[in-house]
């Protein structure tokens, strides 16, 4: 799924401008649980979060996280977006909650992430 | 007295020998890890990671060596008083020392368990605190070593091979 139709589907918000948004999104993975991520995250995957301090895009450096949705309404500061574009990484906002958004996307074909 | 030995089955003699003979690393690099300094912390396992990768080490393992390193230098900034982070890298694997200033782990067993945590409010609200730290740093390792005691500095180390399939 290409990442412009995740910014349609979830109403969001694009933090980072210069993102390419026809990039394509293999899976996705959602949690609030920093060590479930680093668990969970094999390949290349979109996060759904509602965490939003730098260690989240400090992940990044560790696992393949090809995009960040920041989900019920939540925003990063600004040195975290500052963080994020260093590393090339998407942000999205979004107002829906982390099960609303996960819900949407996986019924419009964007698969679980392999655990 | 608390000792927590894991070997990945197979490697026993390989690692063994090793942490009998103790040889001299080809390349070493060190960091501070600052109690709960959240800004700091995994700076020196993406450095680790960095340098892997321009050694050419393949991207699983980089991953591995990457969480098991971040698990375990986020644990030091939540848990301890603030510690120290070594590797050692060799030919074969590279070995990854965690060391402390305390107050040490009351009970490993209990600490491995999946689930079991005893982050603070301030910890768990960064995410952290889900009770996977040392059981995620064990499925990515091929050898952990834990030594600690309620009271004192813990010691945590582990290796990982480049060549290994897991």
């Known amino acids: 799924m290409k990442l412009k139709e995740i910014v349609a589907i979830l109403d969001g918000e694009v933090l980072l401008p210069e993102v390419d948004l026809e990039m394509e999104v293999p899976c996705a993975f959602s949690s609030d649980l920093i060590s479930d991520i680093l668990m969970c995250t094999k390949e290349p995957t979109l996060l759904l979060t509602g965490l939003t301090n730098n260690q989240v895009i400090?992940?990044?450096?560790?696992?393949?996280?090809?995009?960040?949705?920041?989900?019920?309404?939540?925003?990063?500061?600004?040195?975290?977006?500052?963080?994020?574009?260093?590393?090339?990484?998407?942000?999205?906002?979004?107002?829906?909650?982390?099960?609303?958004?996960?819900?949407?996307?996986?019924?419009?074909?964007?698969?679980?992430?392999?655990? | 007295m608390g000792e927590y030995w894991y070997i990945r089955p197979g490697l026993e003699e390989s690692v063994n020998g090793f942490f009998s003979a103790q040889p001299e690393a080809d390349m070493a690099l060190e960091s501070q890890i600052p109690e709960k300094d959240f800004n700091q912390a995994g700076k020196g396992s993406a450095e680790v990671k960095n340098l892997l990768k321009r050694l050419g080490v393949?991207?699983?393992?980089?991953?591995?060596?990457?969480?098991?390193?971040?698990?375990?230098?986020?644990?030091?900034?939540?848990?301890?008083?603030?510690?120290t982070m070594m590797c050692r890298i060799y030919d074969e694997f590279i070995h990854i020392i965690f060391k402390d200033m305390g107050p040490g782990i009351a009970d490993i067993e209990q600490a491995m368990t999946p689930g079991y945590s005893t982050a603070d409010e301030m910890v768990r609200e960064l995410g952290f605190g889900?009770?996977?730290?040392?059981?995620?740093?064990?499925?990515?390792?091929?050898?952990?070593?834990?030594?600690?005691e309620r009271g004192n500095p813990t010691l945590l180390e582990f290796l990982i091979y480049f060549m290994s399939d897991e």
């Open chain 2, 130 to 148: 889900a009770g996977l730290g040392l059981p995620n740093i064990k499925k990515n390792s091929d050898a952990l070593h834990i030594h600690s």
């Open chain 1, 58 to 115: 400090r992940l990044c450096d560790m696992i393949d996280i090809v995009g960040i949705v920041f989900v019920r309404g939540k925003r990063p500061l600004q040195e975290i977006i500052d963080m994020a574009r260093e590393r090339n990484i998407p942000l999205i906002c979004t107002n829906y909650t982390m099960y609303r958004s996960s819900g949407l996307l996986f019924n419009a074909g964007l698969r679980s992430c392999k655990i």
């Open chain 2, 58 to 83: 393949n991207p699983g393992i980089l991953r591995r060596v990457a969480v098991a390193a971040y698990e375990a230098e986020i644990n030091v900034a939540a848990h301890s008083l603030g510690g």
